[in-house]
């Protein structure tokens, strides 16, 4: 049970009081607004492996960090707007090593230089979901041009603060980022805070996956039907012909007979 002083009381009285109930009834201020950004960097000089679980959490904290540095600058210079990242969860990765890069590597390892050899010659596509949010006016309806702008124009400031985070990222040379494509291939490491994001991908892919086979099907069974027809066509062909052939033999003989007949008489 729930014991009040008289004091306490006196307080609540006095903060509740109904002045500031009809101020709290007339507030028309902005109310924040959600964000959300589906977001993939490109990250190029990594090594030609996939991300740990503690690396792309360190890539997904750095994210957040310069991000948030970013707007509280930005809110500094100008109250126009004013972003808040709430975090920033990490979806899916990719790692692709180019032909040129595997060919370097190859000629490297047959001049017995093995134990030299830097595998940091891949790239690696980092998927992400970035939510925040933010105090209109000015309204945001895309927030996912607003980020990729701000890794465009501080690509050289992010490189900066990624690079200490680990070995993985020491030799990255750039970076740049985009908006999620339908067809990024998930690598299996996901986040559980992606899992909804990843699925929609997945389930786009397979979509695509299955209207190409669909496409495939249908093809094939046009052209049997195409060979079947043609098949059909040449059959005929050469029972006319057989047929020609016949005639022109049967003409033969009564000719020949004929002839016979016309010499015994």
């Known amino acids: 049970s729930l014991i009040m002083a008289s004091g306490s009381n006196e307080y609540i009285a006095n903060s509740f009081n ?15 607004r959600s964000l ?7 990250l190029v000089g990594v090594p030609n492996q996939p991300m740990k679980e503690s690396e792309w ?5 750095t994210m957040g960090q310069f991000l948030r540095t970013d707007y509280s600058r930005a809110g500094a210079i100008s109250d126009q707007l004013v972003i808040s990242i709430r975090d920033v ?11 040129k890069e595997r060919r370097m590597l190859q000629l490297r390892r047959r001049n017995l230089e093995a134990t030299s050899v830097n595998d940091a010659d891949a790239t690696l596509y980092y998927s992400s979901i970035i939510r925040g949010e933010y105090l209109p006016p000015p309204e945001i309806n895309d927030f996912d041009d607003v980020v990729v702008e701000t890794f465009v124009e501080n690509e050289n400031e992010f490189v900066e603060i990624l690079q200490p985070q680990g070995d993985f990222f020491a030799g990255i040379s750039s970076v740049s980022a985009n908006e999620t494509s339908a067809m990024m291939v998930d690598s299996g490491e996901k986040n559980e805070d992606g899992d909804d994001n990843n699925g929609v991908l997945i389930g786009i892919i397979v979509g695509v996956v299955v209207i190409v086979i669909m496409i495939g099907l249908f093809a094939y069974a046009k052209r049997k039907l195409w060979i079947k027809k043609k098949m059909k066509q040449q059959s005929s062909a050469k029972q006319q012909e057989s047929h020609l052939e016949s005639l022109k033999g ?6 020949s007979k004929t002839s016979n007949n016309g010499a015994n008489f």
């Open 18 to 32: 109904s002045s500031s109930i009809v101020a709290a009834q007339q507030y028309t201020g902005a109310i924040p």
């Open 36 to 42: 959300s950004a589906n977001i993939t960097l490109t």
């Open 57 to 61: 959490s360190a890539c997904a904290n």
């Open 89 to 99: 969860a990490f979806v899916a990765q990719m790692t692709v090593q180019g032909e």
């Open 250 to 255: 049967t003409r033969t003989m009564q000719a």
